[in-house]
């Protein structure tokens, strides 16, 4: 038994040649799924008797479990368990007049910004393509009618060091065959590895998404102590490539700041951001995004006046740049706060499968 989420179009119709299916049922298989979110094979009511028992008896839908949601009042957490026991979350995000998911590419990260809650497991494993993708299946199918129109990669995870996964959905999020969301509305963020970026650059797919980028410092020295990935991807470098990126005139790249008190928030610093962007200014926005605290790391997130304060110095610097401020803030952590939770709560689950805990 396979994912038949795992497939793009392509494979699918080779897969159904060889299942002695006609390949042209894979649009129509994928249609169901894709887009009118039906993943029980038995109401694909275009589907012959016969065939549908061939697709029961060859593929699976979801890998993902749902396992628990956390309201807060501008978004939802949802839960999921992989069926090898793992944690995966991602959050709906309710803006003004559009539904925003952030997805996981990992479980884990082994990127270790010191900042963030996720890597202090280390890295678990990739995610595979239908895992990615089952997250936007549940909580679009949950949320029906409403539409999720704008995807971010942006949860658990580097997803450009699960390269071919991510590629694969987003293949899929984006095709017409597929879930058909706007390339401008899809967006891949990432601590900035070099090499894959470039890669990201010089891919027909992948160049067509939104690219982010986490900065987080204005300088290589504290860029190393908040990001050690820094040391191998150096800031100067990084920049680079981004100022050289081959987006067409008038598209940005965002540049995210995850302002922390005390560490990055100095005007100086928005002094020295400005300063490393330089003339490119075209080229890019500046997202600042407050700091979540969590309660083992030693971060503050700063008052609101010192990240307008931050923000004005950017402005006049002639920088595009906002605040990303979330209402639902109660639920979020650094990314994985959440997750870290359940890894607890897993733990103590599997003890009591193993008749290690009473209750
Ligand atoms: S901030 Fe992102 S890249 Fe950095 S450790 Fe956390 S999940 Fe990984």
Known sequence: MEY????????LRERLAKLGMEKYRAVQILGWIYKKFQTDFDHMTDISKENRKLLKENFFVHPLELKEEVQAEDSTKYLFRT???????????????????????????AVGCKFCATAIDGLVRNLRTE???????HIQMKILPQRIRNVVFMGMGEPLANYENVRKAVEIMVSPWGIDLSKRRVSVSTSGIVAQIKRMSEDPIMKEVNLAVSINAPSQQLRELLMPISKTNDLSTLMKILKDYPYPKGRRIMLEYVIIKGINDKEEDALSLARLIG?????FKVNLIPYNPDPDLPYERPSLEDIYKFQKVLWENGISAFVRLSKGVNIFGACGQLRKRDVIKLREWKEEKAGLRSS
């Open 4 to 11: 038949i989420t795992s497939y793009n179009l392509e494979e």
């Open 131 to 137: 895992e990615i993708l089952d997250q936007f299946l």
């Open 279 to 283: 003339k490119y200014k075209s080229k």
């Open 83 to 109: 069926s090898d026991g793992y944690t995966v979350e991602s959050v709906l995000i309710k803006e003004r007049d559009h539904l925003t998911l952030c997805v996981s590419s990992q479980i884990g990260c």
